[in-house]
């Protein structure tokens, strides 16, 4: 057993309203710089969609994450030598239309222009060519389901394959809010030929460095999440930093900060690291999960945490490993399940996934449904979040229908169901955690990474990051 | 003049090449890039940029046969001049073919694009005007010296062994004196080549001969202290 601490998210799309504060404040703070207009570090996509950039979830066509070929674990994207080969040319790279062409408007013709019988109109320009351009498709194109016919291209619909799931009646949606995964077996490092990606032992975020990235952006293909991005002024890869500045002084990532439906939660769980490579390789892909849940350990065992301390996880980590709330989650509870298992980079961005109305049919017969009378089918919610198995969403679902009933007998002064799987106290503890979902308890992170001051890091506004010393850009 | 042509900008060249290659390295590694522009311009690449670069390679291999094997050794192992010359222009003309035919493709697509307009620096824009003269007199002196048009000039007695004397640190610049212009011009171009490699996007070569042993040496997962 070799114990290392990870860093780790969980959002409980029960709550998830869409409003896309999170990709806002990310691209604030992270992205609004040129070369890197149209990179969304989070962004925040309605299920069924195709999502950002077109099918990321179709690796048939982008060859993104690993695969288990003899009882090897490799990367969908070829042997090291057959990759060599792509550095050329890589024939599964994204590339500027798979996202969109970034776009701001003539605002000043609102201005300058003469006075005339109709209103001025400030007319789309590109980002990169400055030109007129015609917008074609944007982020959140398919926003709320908007453009029937995309939405219908959903990878996890045709999968399912179910003629229903679109009918008029039944029609259903979600959100998916989405930033790096920061994976325990992230196939971007694998895949960079420079060895420019790394994930840091002290808490897990995975990090591209600056000056070791070549820009042979054979990480963006790679990573079946597409969360790495080709920054085509610098000509490097970037990614979701995790708001490492923000980690190392004790602070959430902008995202969860910001987060107004509070479904995000941070904190810290302990992982054997030994484990890693056998849980990726587990030949069934509806196992991964419980595989995953296995690789993470119980922070209050002596023998973990002797092992956390022979491997340098320092006591503040230890403590906040503890009181984790994601632990509580993923492994206390079993709510939250991670984003495509099959892809097998273990992600370590977890999501709670959503109750939803009742289905049409289903709808005179009950007054509290039960998790497979829900809109949102559940063959559904298993292609995005265990590979296709169905027992774990129903088993999820429930425990949030139940914490629901139990809480509703409270209010209206009945006697709470038998035959529960917890007590109500666990139920009222979930339901704190989840609906209440204070600020405090939702986010426990140790501080002290950092060495330097808040004044100190001010002092180094504007001077760090992926500004280009030496003017060779 | 020619002096200081053969005999002392060789060593200012190589000079640069070596110390702003290392320079660079230092100062501005955040710079040094591939500068791929797939991204931007995808499908025009695909078949161009193999052209391209097989071409220089094959080019490339063939000036270190031409320049460093003397020409007593291949005389040695008994292949006559005329059988070097075919083997010569049989591997130099289909190279020369490739590298100009891709050399030609990625310009088209580079500033016919206006996304790629915009991704073009100064730099490149120089990069791309010395390689072209160096491609056109490269290729050009090739074939005119093959149909006989530059006179029975031999460039294994005269450029190749200025080359290696030059290496040699005791150039010998009495050897140039009778290289035809375009001969001339396009050794000029090579060391105009090597003065701007520091401070163009041509420093990736370097890292191309790094990334294949950093990749096939290193595992899978990486992980570092903060």
């Keep these: ?473 | 003049m020619s002096g200081f042509f053969w005999g002392a900008l060789p060593y200012i060249a190589l000079a640069t090449l070596v110390v702003g290659t290392a320079y660079r390295y230092a100062a501005g590694e955040r710079g040094w890039s591939t500068k791929s522009s797939e991204f931007l311009a995808k499908d025009s690449l695909k078949v161009p940029i193999w052209l391209f670069h097989l071409g220089l390679l094959m080019a490339f291999g063939g000036h270190v046969i031409g320049i460093l094997i003397p020409k007593s050794i291949t005389d040695g192992v008994g292949i006559s001049e005329h059988l070097y010359h075919i083997i010569a222009l049989s591997g130099g003309i289909p190279a020369g073919i490739l590298f100009l035919g891709g050399f030609f493709l990625l310009m088209r697509r580079r500033f016919d694009n206006p996304r790629m307009k915009v991704n073009t620096s100064t730099s490149d824009g120089l990069l791309y005007f010395v390689l072209f003269l160096a491609l056109i007199t490269g290729f050009g002196g090739t074939l005119l010296n093959a149909v006989g048009l530059l006179g029975d000039f031999n460039y294994r007695e005269a450029i190749s062994p200025w080359f290696r004397s030059v290496l040699a640190m005791s150039p010998d610049v009495s050897l140039m004196a009778d290289v035809p212009i375009i001969f001339k011009c396009h050794l000029l171009c090579a060391m105009a080549t090597m003065i701007i490699f520091p401070w163009t996007r041509l420093v990736h070569c370097l890292t191309g001969i790094v990334a294949p042993f950093e990749l096939l040496t290193r595992s899978n997962i990486i992980y570092r202290r903060k």
Aim: hydrophobic content about 35%; overall charge neutral; glycine content about 6%.
């Design chain 1, 1 to 473: 057993m070799r114990i290392k601490a990870q860093v780790c998210m969980v959002m409980n799309l029960d709550k998830c309203i869409g409003c896309h504060t999170c990709s806002i404040t990310c691209k604030n703070v992270w992205t609004n710089r040129p070369g890197a207009e149209y990179m969304y570090f989070n962004n925040v996509e309605t299920k069924p969609g195709i999502g950002y950039p077109k099918n990321w979830e179709d690796q048939e066509k982008w060859k993104g994450g690993w695969e288990v070929d003899g009882g090897e674990l490799v990367l969908k994207s070829g042997s090291k030598l057959g990759r060599l080969l792509k550095l050329f040319y890589h024939p599964e790279q994204p590339e500027m239309d798979d996202y969109y062409e970034p776009w701001t408007y003539d605002y000043e013709t609102l201005i300058t222009s003469p006075r005339k019988k109709h209103q001025p109109v400030a007319r789309p320009r590109s980002l990169i060519s400055q030109r007129r351009m015609e917008i074609k498709w944007g982020p959140n194109w398919n926003d709320d389901l908007a453009g029937g016919d995309d939405v219908r291209q959903d990878i996890n619909l045709k999968k399912i394959g179910e003629e229903i799931a679109l009918e008029f009646n039944d029609i259903f949606m979600k959100y998916l809010p989405r930033n790096c995964n920061h994976c325990l077996n992230p196939a971007c490092v694998a895949a960079c030929p420079s060895g420019a990606i790394y994930k840091r032992e002290e808490d897990g975020v995975v990090l591209v460095s600056q000056d070791i990235c070549r820009g042979w952006r054979h990480c963006v293909p790679a990573c079946p999440y597409k969360k790495i991005y080709y920054n085509w002024k610098t000509n490097k890869a970037e990614k979701c930093t995790f708001c490492y500045p923000r980690l190392e002084n004790g602070l959430p990532t902008v995202c969860t900060d910001t987060c107004v439906g509070r479904i995000r939660y941070m904190g810290v769980l302990l992982y054997d690291m030994n484990g890693v490579a056998d849980a990726a390789k587990t030949s069934d892909p509806k196992m991964i999960y419980a595989q995953m849940l296995g690789l993470i350990k119980d922070p209050n065992d002596p023998e973990v945490i002797e092992s956390a301390r022979r491997e340098g996880v320092s006591e503040a980590v230890l403590n906040a490993a503890k009181v984790s709330p994601v632990y509580q989650l993923i492994k206390g509870w079993n709510l939250a399940l991670p984003l495509h298992p099959e892809f097998r980079t273990l992600p370590m961005v977890w999501y709670i996934p959503p109750l939803s109305p009742i289905a049409k049919k289903f709808e005179d017969k009950v007054y509290l449904p039960q998790s497979e009378a829900m809109r949102i089918p559940v063959a559904y919610l298993a292609q995005l979040f265990t590979a296709g198995n169905t027992q774990i969403i129903l088993q999820v679902l429930q425990r949030l229908l139940d914490m629901r009933t139990v809480m509703r007998c409270k209010e209206v002064g009945e006697a709470p169901p038998q035959n529960l799987e917890f007590d109500a106290y666990e139920y009222e503890k979930m339901y704190k955690l989840l609906a209440i979902a204070k600020y405090s308890e939702r986010i426990k992170l140790p501080a002290g990474l950092q060495g330097k001051t808040h004044e100190e890091l001010r002092e180094l506004q504007g001077s760090a990051g992926y500004v280009c010393p030496g003017g060779f850009c």
